[in-house]
């Protein structure tokens, strides 16, 4: 089992930046792959990023591709998601996710695991 506690959100400006952590506790991190997605306000939550369990194959939504960069560092039970360029409409809640195998990496019932989420707000 693993828990997950993200950070990093924030109000921002459009154009601004921010990077969201997710710290995973547990001695197996490097065993999941882990995603990001947000939920904006009534709306369901919907893919951001995914990244496999070594880091090498991520995938990205295209509302933010080129924008956003998944990352993650096993030895410190961390992934990661930069964010640039941010628009109004990426205000959401962000939340970091871990699951058992990469595949269906962009479908939040397969994750096994969630974090609580972090509030970013872009304001124009």
């Known amino acids: 089992q693993v828990q997950l506690v993200e950070s990093g959100g924030g109000l921002v400006q459009a154009g601004g930046s921010l990077r969201l952590s997710c710290a995973a506790s547990?001695?197996?991190?490097?065993?999941?792959?882990m995603g990001w997605f947000r939920q904006a306000s009534g709306k369901e939550r919907e893919f951001v990023a995914s990244?496999?369990?070594?880091?090498?194959?991520?995938h990205y939504a295209d509302s933010v591709k080129g924008r956003f960069t998944i990352s993650r560092d096993n030895a410190k039970n961390r992934v990661y998601l930069q964010m640039n360029s941010l628009k109004p409409e990426d205000t959401a809640v962000y939340y970091c996710?871990?699951?058992?195998?990469?595949?269906?990496?962009?479908?939040?019932?397969?994750?096994?695991?969630w974090g609580q989420g972090t509030q970013v707000t872009v304001s124009s």
């Open positions: 990244i496999s369990e070594t880091g090498i194959n991520t």
């Open positions: 996710a871990a699951k058992y195998q990469y595949s269906d990496y962009d479908r939040p019932n397969e994750y096994d695991y």
């Open positions: 547990g001695r197996t991190f490097s065993s999941y792959a």
